[in-house]
């Protein structure tokens, strides 16, 4: 029986020879199948081939092949996607583009490079979905994030049937381009929004192109100039030579910069900056001009604001050098409103000041043509009005008829149709205004130019005058705080007693004055003194001593103080010493200079009263002995510093011992003040000292202090000088007027 094979296939591609049917005898490619079949009964193989013609086949590998190697080397990108846009094709034009490598995007979406759709904005896939070709530029996100832009071309793919298989992508990038295009994009926005004038020419001189700037400056619309002559506006400013020198330079490709006074559509003039250049084309000829102009017709006229404020500011700092401060406010307010009026041609120079009650006063003022006029003082209305502006600063006003103001008649005689005013200050303190008016139909600008001005000499007004009225303001309040004191009756006498240092009986009071505000007697009586009312002062409170003394012991006599210039006024003094029921001894202070020792001493001989004379303060001022030589008097007062501290101090001891050794031969004897302590009370004894005053004998008190301590009764002295020793009150607190 018959052995049975499995059956074996080769197959193989060769090419055919001649095929009795292919009449052409062409060869044609063919693969060829052989197959081992079983064995007959003879033993023998049969073999089976089959041959088919694979030409077809053959040209469409071919053809795979190319167009693989076409898409490989093609510079853009290429990309293919199935229909749900996952990348199943990418060439090295789409790696170099978006730089990801083909292993990093097969089977990506293509949504990586150019983002997810959004709603409402998917124009990408359901136009090639519809099988309708995109075409365009398209922005495209590199793998290292910078933006790339392509113009890309992305269409439908379909198979033989014409059923659709996937898209399509080829893209060349132009970010470059887009990047230039997108500049000059920038720059046109810049020229037409730019705030100077932009104007192209051609070569025959007719207008191009102009921007909206030069629209709004020169008043023409871009359709009114557009195709005419640039010399429409010209201002005619520039000469005939200068336009052929711009023209000259220009012609030689170089920028020509100057100034020129255009003309408006509206026949005003600008004065304009420009810079004009030829425009080039890519082989350097001239193909027209541009001419960017800047307006600065404002600048200009701050310029010329300028020199004359500096015109101005030259006569101000002639007129500070001419000027200094006179005798009187009222003087120096005078001198400035004169030099105020040289600076222009001004109807009036003046000068107020807010006064403590209310009201502006005119303290000078120049009126041109005519004789300084007495002027009243501005109501307390328009004085709250100036005031509340001056602090905001300079200004200017038209002047309308005031019935009411106090310059109205006179102003109205001038024609003043404005003024002009600035704050005058001292430091921060408003205290007046300087001002001027004019009589000029439209003086107002004018006026607002030479504010400057103005201030500066407001400014010097302060300077000067400041110092002056802030000295006459405070002498002022201090007269009525005095005239307060006088008429209120704000003080009362005290009296401190002085004892006999040998036997410490006490033989008299001094009478001292405190005032109901506490501040100190030395320094109310010094302050009335330096304002002129010292004597009306003292003429105040001395009846009140005189009275009040009334209650002390019998047999004790008085000491008052009084100052030279109350002594020189005599009569007023002795009506008031005339009062007095016991002996009076009159102290004048050391510390006030007798100018005339004579007519003192004559003042002192008119005094009805028997009194005698005491020099207080010895030891403290600069004419100690020239005050005992001249007067004579019958008590000189140590004063506290020589007293202090004595039994320590062998220099102290000294000196009193030399004045004891003075005085004596004249009769005179010593009271030493401000004794507080029992060894400075010995000491003093020891020195012959024979009169003692201080803390410990008694304080100032009032008179019913001491009803039972009557004249030749001791002193409290003992109990006293165990205490330690206590501040003393300034010894000016003694003086009574």
């Known amino acids: 029986m018959a052995t049975k094979r499995r059956p074996t296939t080769l197959t193989s591609d060769r090419r055919s020879g001649p095929d009795p049917l292919n009449l052409r005898g062409t060869v044609r490619p063919a693969r060829h199948t052989a197959g081992v079949g079983e064995r007959d009964d003879r033993g023998r193989t049969r073999v089976v081939g089959v041959d088919a013609d694979v030409t077809g086949l053959r040209r469409s590998d071919a053809l795979l092949r190319l167009q693989a190697s076409v898409l490989a080397n093609i510079r853009g990108g290429i990309i293919v996607t199935d229909l749900s846009g996952r990348i199943t094709h990418w060439n090295d034009g789409a790696t170099q583009i978006f730089g990801y490598d083909a292993s990093e995007m097969l089977g990506n979406s293509i949504f990586v490079i150019y983002g997810e759709p ?98 709004r400056v020169s008043g023409y619309a871009r359709a009114e100039v557009i195709g005419k002559k640039s010399s429409i506006l010209h201002g005619g400013t520039k000469s005939r030579p200068s336009y052929k020198a711009m023209r000259k330079a220009l012609a030689a490709g170089g920028h020509w910069a100057a100034e020129f006074t255009n003309r408006r559509k509206d026949g005003t003039t600008v004065v304009e900056h420009e810079v004009i250049s030829p425009m080039l084309d890519s082989v350097g000829a001239i193909t027209g001009y541009v001419a960017v102009k ?75 043509g005519l004789p300084k006029p007495l002027l009243d003082p501005l109501s307390r209305t328009r ?99 005095i005239r307060r004191v006088i008429t209120d009756t704000a003080f009362h006498p005290v009296f401190q007693p002085i004892v006999e240092i040998e036997s410490g009986q006490t033989v008299a009071f001094e009478a001292l004055t405190r005032f109901t505000d506490g501040v100190a007697p030395d320094v109310r009586f010094a302050e009335a003194a330096r304002l002129g009312m010292g004597a009306e002062l003292e003429l105040a409170t001395l009846p009140a001593s005189i009275a009040a003394a009334a209650g ?52 002192l001989d008119g005094l009805d009263t028997p009194i005698r004379l005491a020099v207080d303060d010895i030891g403290a001022g600069y004419g100690s002995l020239h005050h005992l030589v001249k007067l004579q008097p019958a008590f000189v007062k140590l004063d506290r510093w020589l007293v202090a501290g004595i039994d320590g101090d062998p220099v102290r001891r000294s000196l009193v011992a030399g004045l004891g050794h003075f005085s004596a031969p004249t009769h005179c004897s010593i009271i030493a003040e401000g004794v507080e302590t029992v060894a400075e009370h010995e000491t003093l004894r020891g020195l012959g000292v024979r009169y003692g005053q201080g803390y410990l004998y008694g304080r100032p008190a009032a008179p019913h202090t001491f009803a039972g301590n009557g004249a030749g009764s001791a002193t409290r002295a003992p109990r006293v000088a165990r205490r330690t020793r206590r501040p003393r009150a300034t010894r000016r607190e003694t003086v009574i007027a």
């Open 118 to 215: 959004q709603d409402g904005q998917s124009g990408l896939s359901e136009a090639i979905a519809a099988g309708v070709d995109l075409v365009g530029e398209r922005a495209g996100r590199r793998k290292d994030g910078q933006c790339v832009w392509v113009l890309a071309h992305t269409g439908l793919m379909r198979d033989d049937a014409g059923a659709p298989t996937g898209f399509i992508d080829t893209s060349t990038e132009i970010t470059a381009a887009h990047a230039g295009e997108a500049l000059l994009a920038r720059l046109g926005a810049a020229v037409e929004y730019a705030g100077e004038s932009v104007v192209i020419t051609g070569l025959n001189g007719l207008i191009e192109y102009v921007n909206p700037a030069f629209e």
């Open 294 to 368: 800047r307006d600065v017709t404002e600048e200009r006229r701050l310029e010329d604001h300028a020199r004359r404020q500096l015109r101005e500011r030259v006569l101000v700092a002639s007129a500070i050098r001419a000027m200094d401060a006179r005798a009187t406010p009222e003087a120096t307010a005078e001198a400035i409103c004169l030099q105020v009026a040289s600076l222009s041609s001004l109807a009036t120079a003046g000068l107020f000041i807010f006064e403590p009650n209310g009201r502006a006063a005119s303290y000078g003022i120049t009126v041109a």
């Open 383 to 481: 004085t709250t009005y100036l005031r509340n502006h001056a602090r905001e600063g300079a200004w200017t006003e038209a002047w309308h008829d005031q019935l009411q103001h106090p310059y109205n008649e006179l102003f109205g005689r001038l024609g003043v149709k404005s003024t002009a005013y600035a704050p005058v200050r001292d430091g921060d303190k408003l205290i007046g205004l300087l001002f001027v008016s004019s009589a000029l139909p439209e003086a107002i600008e004018p006026l607002a130019t030479m504010l400057p001005a103005l201030v500066e000499f407001a400014d010097i007004a302060g300077a000067l005058m400041g110092p002056h009225l802030a000295e006459q303001a405070a002498t002022t309040r201090a007269q009525r705080r």
């Open 552 to 603: 002390l012991p019998r047999g004790t006599w008085l000491n008052v103080n009084a100052s030279p210039a109350l002594v020189l006024a005599g009569g007023d003094l002795a009506a008031v010493l005339g009062r007095s029921d016991r002996a009076l001894v009159v102290e004048v202070t050391e510390h006030e200079e007798v100018a005339d020792y004579a007519a003192f001493k004559t003042a």
